[in-house]
C-alpha cells in the first residue's frame, strides 16, 4: 500500500525548519500549490554551480525518493527549473546554499 502523502505546503515548511536547525539557508523560490504541488530542491554550492532534486516513485519500494535530476552551472539548472514551471505552474522551488552539497533530502522523514 503507497504511503499517505503530507500536503506540498506543510513539507516545505517543515524541510525549512529542518534545514535553518542544520544551519543551511534556503528560500521558497517558487510558491506551489499548498495541497498537490511537486516540489523541486535547488542546491547552489556558491561557486556558479547547483544541483537539482526531484521526488520520484520508486516502484521496487513503493515509496518516494529523492534523485538528483541534474548538476551544472547555475543559468542551466535555472533553465530547467524555469521550463519545468512552464509545464506545472503548482510547482514548488526550494533553493539552498550549501558549499559541501549537504541537502538533508537523505534523512528519515524528508521522502
Same mark, same amino acid.
Request: with cysteine; net charge negative.
Given at each position: 500500500?503507497?504511503?499517505?502523502? !503530507?500536503?506540498?505546503?506543510? $513539507?516545505?515548511?517543515?524541510?525549512? /525548519? *529542518? =534545514?535553518? &536547525?542544520?544551519?543551511?539557508? %534556503?528560500?521558497?523560490?517558487?510558491?506551489?500549490?499548498?495541497?498537490?504541488?511537486?516540489?523541486?530542491?535547488?542546491?547552489?554550492?556558491?561557486?556558479?554551480?547547483?544541483? !537539482?532534486?526531484?521526488?520520484? $516513485?520508486?516502484?521496487?519500494?513503493? /515509496? *518516494? =525518493?529523492? &534523485?538528483?535530476?541534474?548538476? %551544472?552551472?547555475?543559468?542551466?539548472?535555472?533553465?530547467?527549473?524555469?521550463?519545468?514551471?512552464?509545464?506545472?505552474?503548482?510547482?514548488?522551488?526550494?533553493?539552498?546554499?550549501?558549499?559541501?552539497?549537504?541537502?538533508?533530502?537523505?534523512?528519515?522523514?524528508?521522502?
Amino acid at each position: 500500500m503507497p504511503e499517505p502523502r !503530507l500536503a506540498a505546503g506543510i $513539507w516545505v515548511a517543515a524541510y525549512l /525548519r *529542518r =534545514l535553518g &536547525l542544520a544551519g543551511i539557508p %534556503a528560500y521558497v523560490t517558487r510558491h506551489g500549490d499548498d495541497t498537490a504541488g511537486s516540489v523541486m530542491v535547488k542546491c547552489a554550492t556558491l561557486d556558479r554551480r547547483a544541483s !537539482l532534486w526531484v521526488r520520484e $516513485w520508486d516502484f521496487e519500494t513503493d /515509496r *518516494r =525518493l529523492w &534523485l538528483r535530476l541534474n548538476e %551544472a552551472g547555475e543559468p542551466e539548472i535555472d533553465a530547467e527549473i524555469a521550463r519545468n514551471i512552464a509545464r506545472d505552474p503548482d510547482l514548488w522551488v526550494i533553493e539552498i546554499e550549501s558549499p559541501d552539497t549537504r541537502t538533508l533530502l537523505d534523512e528519515d522523514g524528508l521522502a
